[in-house]
């Protein structure tokens, strides 16, 4: 017979719980960054892994199909080029619909000695749109390596034209 009684506030409990239980998932929602702010979250901890020249730590953040075509090796010899020295992130537009976000980066760098064949001692800014993609719920960089441009090649002439 007492487990009679026990049973009408087992089945209160139970309940109790899962109504604790919801509220706390509405609060958990209600911290969740929106796509803006987890954006400038992964922009930040780009821009300071280059800034504490880490390229590891920048390369984790480029687009995974980046990564699959840039070894780090690679990557790195291309950022060693510059040093950051400072970032100011100005704007960040996110685009759900294209899993696309676009933010507009101001760098102060130096281009590091023996880069060029003219030493140029002192910092230069310059301000970008950075792409970034949204993959798998995650933010990352977009990245293209450098190549070849084709637009500057001469045309090619016909094999039977002679100069």
């Known amino acids: 017979m007492t487990y009679e009684k026990d049973y009408p506030v087992s089945v209160i409990g139970i309940v109790f719980l899962a109504l604790l239980f919801a ?60 040093t950051i020295l400072s970032y100011k992130i100005h704007d960040i537009a996110v685009d759900l619909k294209k899993n696309e976000g676009t933010v507009r980066v101001e760098h102060s760098f130096r281009i590091r000695p023996g880069t060029i ?24 960089k977009s990245y293209s390596p450098p190549g070849m441009s084709f637009e500057n090649l001469p045309a090619r002439q016909s094999e039977g034209r002679k100069k």
Request: hydrophobic content about 35%; aromatic content about 8%.
């Open 117 to 140: 064949p003219v030493n140029i001692p002192d910092a230069l800014n310059h301000t970008a749109d950075d792409l970034w993609v949204l993959v798998d719920g995650q933010w990352y």
């Open 23 to 82: 509220s706390c998932g509405g609060l958990l929602n209600k911290t969740t960054m929106s796509p803006e702010e987890a954006l400038r979250s992964r922009v930040i901890a780009y821009w300071d892994a280059r800034v504490n020249d880490s390229p590891e730590k920048a390369y984790q953040l480029l687009d995974p199909d980046a990564r699959k075509t840039t070894s780090l090796a690679s990557y790195s010899r291309r950022i060693s080029q510059t």
